[in-house]
């Protein structure tokens, strides 16, 4: 198990730390009724943002954008980001016509505005079969970076590992980076996600300086438990990665009752010398 370096003597409380959380981590306990009690006993434990992981045409945990911003502000919170993604079918890949794509984007830009983002990122799009679709992606990426910019908001596209498999000779998260615009599209890049590709998050921060404005800070379980994340690295060199805010997210859980997860990966966080207590520029 790895261990958190102290960073105060233990009778010392944790230095209070910006630490969004990603509402999917908690997909198992929350619904429509309950999500806003949930998020109080979350940031009692530390956290002190959200990211949503639920969007449906114009609701957001099936409540409209004002109410859900309200709710999450009563519990303690604030509403930072938001996972949001609208594929491309193979008939808009091979014309390249975007038109539908990108008016679904205009009623989804203007909801998270309304809730009070930050923040949109693309959680996936698949691996592509082939660098023409590729390159239209790294488009309609751009596009949707554009549109909300000018409606106030930060773009990003989040990975998985598959990101770190070649399309047609070239990594595909390489041919991302190169081919989006990095004043309309930051990479809000998955810890964990990259080591399993069997990459290194700090080799990426170093190839690409200042592309990397989110993170989503994940482990094999609870975070910090597993050893396999060089957290501490990945931390030391934040300036280098251009972050401004983290995300905490829990895919899979050692307990039953996850909310201890829940607190261990914020305490782990909170006690670890390497993480300051705010990246917001």
Excluded at 115 to 132: D, E, N, R
């Amino acid at each position: 198990m790895a261990l958190a370096l102290a960073c105060a003597p233990k009778e010392t409380a944790p230095v209070k730390k910006d630490m969004c959380v990603q509402m999917y981590s908690a997909r198992s306990i929350i619904n429509h009724d309950n999500y806003a009690d949930v998020l109080k006993t979350i940031a009692e434990m530390g956290y002190t943002a959200v990211e949503t992981a639920s969007y449906d045409n114009g609701l957001i945990y099936g409540d409209q954008p004002d109410v859900f911003k309200k709710k999450v502000e009563g519990a303690g919170m604030k509403v930072l980001s938001a996972h949001v993604s609208r594929g491309l079918s193979a008939e808009e890949l091979a014309s390249g016509d975007l038109t539908a794509a990108l008016e679904w984007w205009d009623k989804c830009i203007e909801t998270h505005v309304q809730a009070g983002m930050k923040y949109l990122v693309t959680p996936w799009m698949g691996l592509q079969k082939s660098i023409h679709d590729l390159q239209v992606y790294c488009d309609y990426l751009n596009e949707v970076g554009r549109r909300c910019k000018a409606a106030g908001l930060q773009y990003g596209y989040h990975n998985h590992a598959y990101e770190f498999e070649k399309v047609e000779g070239q990594v595909m998260y390489d041919y991302l980076l190169e081919h989006t615009d990095p004043a309309l599209v930051f990479f809000q890049m998955d810890v964990y996600w990259t080591v399993i590709g069997k990459a290194s998050p700090v080799d990426y921060f170093e190839r690409y300086p200042g592309r990397f404005k989110m993170l989503h800070i994940k482990d094999e379980w609870e975070v910090g438990q597993s050893g396999m994340v060089g957290f501490d690295a990945i931390f030391k060199n934040a300036d280098k990665a251009g972050l401004q805010d983290f995300v905490v997210e829990i895919e899979r859980y050692k307990h039953d009752d996850i909310l201890i997860s829940f607190r261990e990966s914020a305490d782990y966080l909170l006690n670890a010398c390497f993480v300051k207590p705010t990246y917001s520029k």
